[in-house]
């Protein structure tokens, strides 16, 4: 139990100079005090808190202001110093019971071993995930950051990261992203004993700041990302030639063709099952962005020819069967490689630099396959589409569309604008 407290008058400097040298106590609450150590040349104002079994845990906060100087509190300001240094400390002993500190390095860890496991599950070997790479070169290896414990993370210990951030935007946003993901993922886990304003913490620490947000009408995809439909053609046409020249048996020209006919993402193109096509429709997996569990199929309508294309690669197959496969394979030594297994597509690199080639072999420039999703989005648009239908079938969502395809929207309702007009004039 706590003990008995005899309380010594320390609110004004009048009544703490009337006191001899010593030590005096007030209270603030039946578990905290105030306390005042009185020496010759001063005072300096000290606090306790009971901790149980008769004992207490002490602090020195700081110089009494009987003389006022800057820096020396006052009696409201020792108790508000108290108040707040005991919360501190009673919070550092429940992360102490909890186990290891957990520390800004520990989080980003943890976090990156997650992603590496679903990395590689989904890659069918080990590999190291983006957001390692990223996390790895930009925050582990900050220790003035990595280091901090997650109790005594402030917003400004994160902004200051944010702001020595270089790259392009989409570079910075991207591994802003993944920090502030895996720092609230630890903020849940933790909740019970880290600090309640940790979340704000880290959602205004890592804000992005004024000169990369987007601006009214600003599109995501600029208009040399946005082919025309004899510009889609042509790439497909070199992506078969490609395909045949390089032997590649119509696996890449064919995954070209589905991303192209679908506008989907690389990643749910690659888990497309043999039962996923139906006709002239493709019921589309969704993606695994963010704290998605489940995963859910949208039908997406193709054309006659890429229902034609995919149905040779369907024939005989369980419904279950990867849709879409490729030959990797295994080196033999210096300049010597044999096919070694026909399996689905893993990421997205296995593409690219093939693409890049076939972009440029069609007389286009930074073409990448997510060109092929920007320019079916804004096709959709264009034809006069319902937002809603357009977000659902690209799996995202009407803000997203509405915030960088704005300008597109405006294009394709120009037609139904004008059928709104009638004269005013007689």
């Known amino acids: 139990m706590p003990q008995t407290l005899k309380e010594a008058p320390l609110t004004t400097r009048s009544a703490r100079a009337a006191l001899r040298c010593g030590v005096y106590w007030r209270s603030i609450d039946p578990d905290t005090h105030l306390g005042y150590r009185k020496g010759k040349r001063g005072g300096r104002w000290l606090a306790r808190w009971y901790e149980g079994a008769g004992r207490y845990a002490q602090i020195t906060l700081g110089t009494a202001d009987d003389v006022i100087v800057e820096g020396n509190l006052s009696f409201n300001a020792a108790v508000s110093s108290a108040r707040e240094a005991v919360i501190a400390a009673r919070q550092a002993a429940a992360l102490a019971q909890a186990g290891p500190i957990q520390t800004v390095r520990s989080a980003v860890e943890l976090y990156i071993m997650k992603r590496n496991e679903r990395s590689s599950a989904r890659a069918g070997r080990k590999i190291r995930s983006s957001a390692d790479h990223r996390l790895s070169l930009h925050v582990l290896s900050r220790p003035e950051l990595a280091d901090v414990p997650l109790h005594e993370l402030l917003e400004t210990d994160l902004a200051k990261w944010r702001a020595r951030l270089g790259g392009k935007i989409a570079t910075r946003r991207r591994l802003t992203a993944d920090f502030r993901a895996a720092l609230n993922e630890a903020a849940r886990a933790g909740r019970k004993v880290l ?16 000169s990369e947000a987007a601006g009214p009408g600003e599109t995501i995809a600029r208009t040399d990302q946005i082919l025309t439909d004899k510009q889609v053609r042509d790439l497909l046409l070199e992506a078969a030639r490609f395909d045949a020249e390089k032997g590649w048996g119509g696996d890449l020209w064919r995954i070209a063709l589905v991303i192209a006919g679908t506008g989907a993402r690389f990643s749910q193109v690659a888990r497309l099952t043999v039962g996923d096509v139906r006709g002239h429709r493709i019921f589309m997996p969704s993606s695994r962005k963010g704290l998605r569990r489940t995963e859910n199929h949208t039908p997406v309508p193709i054309g006659e020819d890429v229902a034609d294309a995919l149905a040779p690669v369907m024939k005989g197959r369980p419904a279950n069967a990867i849709l879409l496969e490729r030959w990797y394979h295994k080196a033999l030594g210096h300049g010597r490689w044999r096919r070694d297994s026909r399996t689905g597509w893993r990421a997205s690199y296995d593409i690219t630099k093939s693409f890049q080639t076939i972009a440029l072999a069609a007389g ?17 648009l264009r034809a006069g589409l319902p937002i809603r239908l357009v977000a659902a079938l690209h799996d995202t969502s009407t803000l997203m569309i509405e915030r960088y395809y704005a300008r597109y929207i405006a294009d394709g309702l120009e037609e139904l604008a004008a059928k709104a007009i009638v004269p005013l004039v007689i």
């Open 195 to 210: 600090p309640p304003e940790l979340p704000s913490i880290i959602k205004y620490g890592l804000q992005s700041p004024e």
């Open 364 to 380: 286009l420039t930074g073409v990448t396959t997510y060109t092929l999703r920007h320019t079916s989005i804004v096709r959709g």
